[in-house]
């Protein structure tokens, strides 16, 4: 008899130990669900409540660090990521990439090159195909002048995915840096081969050809993204520098007008002192 009631109070513990780790995880889907549709505070206060029930549940941390992050809760963002982190190592689970990734974002923000750079190289060790994570290392290695490293992220990148539009993107701006224009026009038009309505990838391609005086080419670059997004002064003074420099001095005084309107009075007014009195 003894022995049953044993039996039954060890079976009763086992049974509340697999409730718990089960409302754990209930909890952490019921957060996840809130944070999808927007409610962030609420997915935080369910996150909270798993992680009471279970202290070890990597994911709600990372899952919690993200809701943090989204309301712009960085400390505590990083802390959830670096909680997740050391979780996600104790079992070898391969979220811990995510963690990394998400944790070197924080950093990247705040300017933290060197950490950010070590976040993304743990995330892409973790898993080596991860071609967006390529682009963040790239970002790190540009900042800390390291562009050699920093080209080869990029061709890592484009060597997992070719068709990932934003490295030619991010790549077409690097080389823009160093002066390439040329190479950076290739690489604008790749992205914009990719998705035609990449609005920054035709701004930037427009910019570029000013450098090389293809000074039609990039109007009609210009006309692109104005047509996406009509109220961005910084389109239409690129525009009015582009006819400007084609002597055609009163389209490029109508377009600084138009920048004046939309909200870059004082370097409208340069231009439209300079060019159209």
């Known amino acids: 008899m003894k022995k049953n009631t044993v039996r039954l109070f060890v079976w009763l513990m086992l049974s509340t130990f697999t409730i718990k780790a089960q409302t754990a995880v209930e909890y952490g889907d019921s957060a996840t669900k809130k944070a999808i549709n927007g409610n962030l505070e609420d997915a935080i206060v369910l996150y909270n409540k798993a992680i009471e029930l279970n202290p070890n549940y990597a994911l709600a941390y990372h899952n919690r660090g993200l809701s943090f992050s989204a309301l712009e809760n960085d400390t505590a963002a990083f802390a959830d990521f670096s909680k997740a982190i050391k979780l996600f190592s104790n079992s070898n689970a391969s979220e811990i990439e995510w963690s990394y990734a998400n944790r070197g974002n924080i950093l990247l923000k705040y ?18 195909s991860s071609y967006i994570i390529y682009n963040k290392l790239a970002l790190c290695y540009v900042n800390l002048g390291d562009d050699s490293l ?12 070719k068709n990932f539009e934003q490295t030619y993107y991010y790549k077409g701006a690097f080389y823009m840096k160093l002066k390439q224009d040329l190479k950076a026009i ?7 081969e990719i998705d035609s309505l990449y609005e920054s ?11 090389v005086e293809l000074y039609r080419e990039a109007i009609n670059d210009f006309d692109k993204v104005i047509s996406f997004s009509g109220e961005d002064a910084t ?17 490029a ?4 007008g138009q920048a004046k309107k939309f909200g870059e009075a004082e370097m ?10």
């Open 111 to 128: 300017q933290q090159y060197e950490y950010a750079a070590a976040d993304f190289k743990q995330a892409i060790q973790v898993n080596p």
């Open 186 to 192: 290739e690489n604008f038009d790749k992205a914009i």
């Open 201 to 211: 990838a035709y701004f930037q391609r427009g910019l570029a050809k000013v450098e």
């Open 253 to 256: 005084c109508e377009d600084f």
């Open 150 to 161: 920093a080209m080869n992220c990029y061709d890592s990148s484009l060597a997992i995915n």
């Open 268 to 277: 409208a007014d340069e231009y439209i002192g300079k060019f159209c009195q």
């Open 235 to 251: 389109y239409y003074l690129a525009r009015g520098l582009a006819y400007s420099f084609l002597f055609e001095f009163k389209k």
